[in-house]
């Protein structure tokens, strides 16, 4: 079983930057890869990063390619979301998550372990 819990969400303006945080408890953080999601109002949840166990295989979506960075550190058990150049169309609640895997993925039905979101509001 792992715990996850998100923070650094905020108001932030177009342009403007903010790094997320995902600390893990429970089972070993460092036993599984780990993922980014956000939801929209209105919309389904979609994929944003993935990084492998390691660090070395990491996914984007193509809305974010070049703009986030996804990271990690096993040691202290969190992972990270470096989120630059933000925009209105950013807004949503980000989560992150963990599929029982060490191999990144962008399907979210491999994801079993779940944070509860933190909003993240771009204003224009």
């Known amino acids: 079983q792992v715990q996850l819990v998100e923070s650094g969400g905020g108001l932030v303006q177009a342009g403007g930057s903010l790094r997320l945080s995902c600390a893990a408890s429970?089972?070993?953080?460092?036993?599984?890869?780990m993922g980014w999601f956000r939801q929209a109002p209105g919309k389904a949840r979609e994929f944003v990063a993935a990084?492998?166990?390691?660090?070395?295989?990491?996914y984007y979506a193509d809305s974010v390619k070049g703009r986030f960075t996804t990271s990690r550190d096993n040691a202290k058990n969190t992972g990270y979301l470096q989120m630059n150049s933000l925009k209105a169309e950013d807004t949503a609640v980000y989560y992150c998550a963990s599929p029982p895997s060490r191999w990144a993925t962008n399907s979210e039905s491999e994801y079993a372990y779940w944070g509860q979101g933190t909003q993240v509001t771009v204003s224009s």
């Open positions: 429970g089972r070993t953080f460092s036993s599984y890869a």
């Open positions: 990084i492998s166990l390691g660090g070395v295989t990491r």
